[in-house]
């Protein structure tokens, strides 16, 4: 999707998608269900970052007909949004600070679930895939060294200084890493634990929009 890079944005948000906004991680269970066997070798290398996302998500994507891609949409079709993300949308629009969904994931998967929601974000940054091929091929605008969605560059586009991040997993250790303010749980908040990270758990978005109000009184 284009996009205007927002040079001297204030604050804003940068929240994950799949296990944070969603209640489970949809992304891993489309590589499980649509790609079992390579799932079950190559997610534990990555999940002991003995094999980087950019190699592992990739291999797992584009061993994925291309004619599957419509199951793929509808096996995510009716997933469950974690409790209080329409309320702290309301928040947010309210203290004019803006939402923008980093997945790692795919972006079809995003726009499906969110629903009309999509239009009360500022923007999807996700990953895309050509279908003219026999198999699903990865694009992604913010392709990094080691991550195909590079949120840190995407959190570059609109601040580094008032920038907040919503995570759960391995996916967004990078972005919680140099983001100033980082509410984490799950994976997570174990790894930010080993960095040695300072974060803010959190279960629902609930607990994220009073922590919210909080800080910006």
Request: net charge negative.
């Amino acid at each position: 999707m284009p996009y205007a890079p927002i040079i001297h944005m204030n604050r804003v948000i940068l929240c994950d998608f799949d296990g944070t906004i969603t209640v489970e991680e949809t992304f891993v269970a489309v590589l499980k269900h649509f790609a079992p066997e390579l799932a079950a070798r190559l997610l534990p290398e990555m999940y002991h970052r003995r094999l980087t996302l950019r190699q592992g998500v990739r291999e797992i994507l584009e061993s994925i007909p291309s004619s599957r891609y419509p199951e793929i949409l509808e096996f995510n079709k009716d997933r469950e949004i974690r409790p209080g993300f329409t309320e702290l949308l309301d928040f947010l629009e309210s203290e004019a600070v803006p939402l923008v969904v980093v997945s790692g994931g795919l972006r079809g998967m995003v726009e499906v679930v969110l629903g009309a929601l999509k239009e009360r974000v500022r923007a999807i940054h996700a990953i895309d895939v050509d279908l003219s091929n026999s198999h699903l091929r990865v694009i992604s605008e913010f392709e990094g060294e080691t991550d195909l969605m590079d949120k840190v560059r995407v959190m570059s586009q609109y601040s580094s200084l008032g920038a907040i991040a919503i995570g759960d997993s391995l996916t967004d250790l990078n972005l919680a890493l140099a983001a100033p303010v980082v509410f984490a749980r799950d994976r997570l908040a174990y790894y930010l634990e080993q960095h040695q990270k300072s974060y803010i758990p959190w279960n629902d978005f609930f607990e994220i929009r009073s922590h919210l109000t909080q800080m910006w009184k």
